[in-house]
C-alpha cells in the first residue's frame, strides 16, 4: 500500500528524512519511535503530500507521489481523502467557527453533497462520543476536547490510512485513554494505521511493527512484536527515544 524507496527530503539548511526504505501493507498498524526531530513529522508531510520527496520513490497503492503528480490539484485532492494526519498541535488543525463546521469542512471540500456531509458529521460526533461539542468554539476547548475534534475532523474525510503525530502529548490519562480505545477501533475497522509517539506502552499491543529512527535522520531497524518481546534490549531501545 505504501512503499518509500531510497526517500530523502531536504529542507534548505537541515536534513528532514535520509535514506529512508519503508513498506507498509493494507490493515497494518505501526509505530515511528526516535528522538525528537529524526524525521518522523517529516516523514508525515510526505506521506500525506505536504512535501515532495526531494530524492527517492515514494508509491501509495497505484500512484507514485512526487512533485509532478502533486502539482496536479486533483492528484493532490485524491491523496489528502485517502491519507489523514492528526497533527501532533491541535491548534493548528482547527480553524472553523464550530465544531460541526470543522468535522464538515473537509468532505465539503470534496463537493460532497450536503446531507451526505451532515450524516457524516453525526456519524463521527456519535463515534467519539463528542455531540455534546459541536456547536462549541474549537479555540475555547480543553487539549483532550481538541484533539477528538481534530480527529474526528480527519475521520468525517474516510481515509483507509490515518497519521498520527504524537497523539498523547499534554493530555490528561483519561484523553490518552481515549484515544487508546479509538486507536484500536479503527484498527478493527481494518484502517491502516502510522502512529509517532514517546509513549510506547500504550501503544504497543496495537502495533505489529516498529520503525526505529535515529538522530541521522533514517531508519535503523525494523522490529515485529515478536522481536521486540523476545529481545529486552530493543524494548529498551525504544522507552528511551
Same mark, same amino acid.
Given at each position: ?26 490493515? @497494518?498498524?505501526?509505530? *515511528? ?7 518522523? !513529522?517529516?516523514?508525515? $508531510?510526505? =506521506? %500525506? ?79 467519539? @462520543?463528542?455531540?455534546? *461539542? ?7 476547548? !480543553?487539549?483532550?476536547? $481538541?484533539? =477528538? %475534534? ?92
Amino acid at each position: 500500500m505504501i512503499t518509500i524507496h531510497d526517500g530523502n527530503y531536504h529542507y534548505s539548511e537541515d536534513i528532514g528524512i535520509h535514506d529512508i526504505n519503508l513498506h507498509i501493507d493494507k490493515g @497494518e498498524t505501526v509505530a *515511528l519511535m526516535g528522538p525528537n526531530g529524526a524525521g518522523k !513529522s517529516t516523514l508525515f $508531510k510526505i =506521506l %500525506v503530500g505536504l512535501l515532495p520527496l526531494s530524492s527517492g520513490q515514494y508509491q501509495f497503492n497505484d500512484w507514485t507521489v512526487d512533485a509532478d503528480f502533486l502539482k496536479e490539484s486533483s492528484n493532490a485532492g485524491h491523496l489528502y481523502q485517502q491519507v489523514g494526519l492528526i497533527f501532533q498541535n491541535s491548534d493548528i488543525q482547527l480553524f472553523n467557527t464550530t465544531v460541526a463546521e470543522e468535522l464538515a469542512f473537509g468532505p465539503r471540500q470534496l463537493g460532497l453533497p450536503e446531507e451526505e456531509i451532515e450524516q457524516r458529521v453525526k456519524d463521527t460526533l456519535s463515534l467519539l @462520543e463528542i455531540e455534546h *461539542l459541536k456547536d462549541r468554539i474549537p479555540y475555547h476547548l !480543553s487539549g483532550g476536547e $481538541k484533539k =477528538l %475534534v481534530a480527529i474526528a475532523s480527519v475521520l468525517t474525510m474516510n481515509p483507509s490510512v490515518l497519521l498520527f503525530d504524537e497523539p498523547f502529548n499534554g493530555l490528561s490519562p483519561k484523553y490518552q485513554r481515549l484515544i487508546v480505545e479509538l486507536l484500536q477501533e479503527l484498527k478493527t475497522a481494518g484502517k491502516t494505521i502510522i502512529i509517532s509517539s514517546h509513549h510506547f506502552d500504550q501503544i504497543a499491543p496495537l502495533v505489529e511493527r516498529v520503525f526505529l529512527f535515529s538522530e541521522e535522520h533514517t531508519i535503523t531497524g525494523c522490529y515485529t512484536k515478536t522481536e521486540w518481546e523476545a529481545h529486552p534490549e530493543i524494548k529498551q531501545s525504544f522507552s528511551t527515544c
